[in-house]
């Protein structure tokens, strides 16, 4: 099976290429439109800041690239947030795969702080892609969230609900890092592999 992982000016995508070798795969990181096109899967992972992102992404023409891809996709944290059709970060529109906005959180009280980042629950898991995390714990870092809409396959609580993982189509995405949750998040990635 030919994985690739969209390489592009996010980090974070080192771990995910080991998370992808722990489970006996050898990775291919890659920019090359037909690389991505000829995968079996493809990651689209990353840490960074929404509108330089899609700023990249529009210069090297992946944003065509990855809203043509017809194998299962699985975007990562700000490759989730991407994959949506706005986002608050940057004021920036963005690959309109998920028909949702992405919003900055905003505390409502003194220990409710920006980023999130820690261990959260996932609740409501519906998809073959979170067989067996319902009520599981998984690590997220983020300061934006993906509200609650009809492609939502998990949701987790932090200053109110929101959408942990969403699926559409061949598209899946999760805002928590399956690579950084252990056991669990490994589980989320051998059930991707083998959608």
């Known amino acids: 099976m030919q994985i690739a992982v969209v390489k592009y000016n996010a ?3 080192f771990s ?3 998370a992808l070798r722990r489970l006996g795969t050898e990775p291919v990181l890659t920019d090359d439109g037909n690389e991505l096109r000829n995968a079996d899967r493809v ?3 990353g840490q960074g800041e929404a509108s330089n992102a899609m700023a990249y992404l529009r210069e090297h023409r992946l944003d065509e690239v990855i809203c043509s891809l017809r194998q299962p996709v699985l975007g990562i944290c700000i490759g989730q947030q991407l994959l949506c059709k706005h986002s608050e970060e940057g004021d920036v529109d963005c690959l309109g795969i998920f028909d949702a906005s992405v919003k900055r959180f905003v505390p409502t009280r003194h220990e409710e702080k920006v980023p999130c980042m820690g261990w959260n629950m996932l609740h409501g898991t519906a ?3 979170m067989e067996g ?3 599981q714990y998984v690590y997220f870092v983020h300061s934006y ?3 609650l809409c009809k492609e ?4 987790a609580d932090y200053i109110l609900p929101y959408s942990a993982a969403l699926h559409k189509d061949n598209f899946y995405a ?3 890092h399956p690579e950084k949750s252990g056991s669990v998040g490994e589980r989320i990635i051998k059930n991707f592999l083998e959608l």
Do not use: R
């Not at 939502?152 to 949701?155: L, P, R």
């Open 11 to 13: 980090g974070n995508i």
């Open 43 to 45: 990651i689209f992972p």
């Open 174 to 176: 999760t805002q928590f």
């Open 127 to 129: 998809s073959p892609l």
């Open 145 to 147: 969230y993906v509200p």
């Open 152 to 155: 939502t396959i998990a949701t």
């Open 133 to 135: 995390i319902e009520g």
């Open 16 to 18: 995910v290429m080991n």
